[in-house]
């Protein structure tokens, strides 16, 4: 399976790095971020892109247990889970799809800086 790294652009002028995603969560993080991004929520380095030894179960498996599940599965319906087999089409498919908002992607304000103590 390839995995690379790259930038996920949360807003417009704010971008986080990304390390060792594969293209099944690429377009999970493009269908996820693109409204707030306002375009294309990550930039990946092709220079970067190499293979690890992980199969189709292990990788659902690990997207599962990192992101949220309902809205991981409104991505992949459960009997149909079908992984990009690579970063381009990743890219395609993620901008294609227009998940439900969330508590990360219904709103236009910048997200606030953590509360003292919440840090």
């Given at each position: 399976?390839?995995?690379?790294?790259?930038t996920?652009?949360l807003?417009p002028?704010?971008t986080?790095?990304?390390v060792?995603?594969?293209?099944?969560?690429?377009?999970?993080?493009v269908a996820?971020?693109?409204?707030n991004?306002?375009?294309?929520?990550?930039?990946i380095?092709?220079?970067s892109?190499s293979e690890?030894?992980r199969?189709?179960?292990?990788?659902i498996?690990?997207?599962?247990?990192?992101?949220?599940?309902?809205?991981?599965?409104a991505?992949y319906?459960?009997?149909?889970f079908?992984?990009?087999?690579d970063?381009?089409?990743?890219?395609?498919?993620?901008m294609?799809v227009?998940?439900?908002?969330?508590?990360?992607?219904?709103s236009?304000?910048?997200p606030k800086?953590p509360r003292?103590?919440d840090e």
């Amino acid at each position: 399976m390839k995995i690379a790294n790259g930038t996920l652009k949360l807003r417009p002028t704010w971008t986080v790095p990304i390390v060792n995603v594969t293209p099944a969560e690429v377009q999970f993080l493009v269908a996820e971020h693109q409204r707030n991004a306002k375009g294309l929520a990550v930039e990946i380095d092709e220079a970067s892109v190499s293979e690890v030894e992980r199969g189709e179960r292990d990788e659902i498996s690990r997207l599962l247990g990192k992101y949220n599940r309902t809205r991981l599965l409104a991505m992949y319906p459960k009997a149909s889970f079908r992984l990009p087999p690579d970063f381009k089409t990743a890219l395609d498919v993620g901008m294609d799809v227009e998940l439900p908002p969330s508590q990360f992607s219904n709103s236009d304000e910048e997200p606030k800086p953590p509360r003292k103590g919440d840090e």
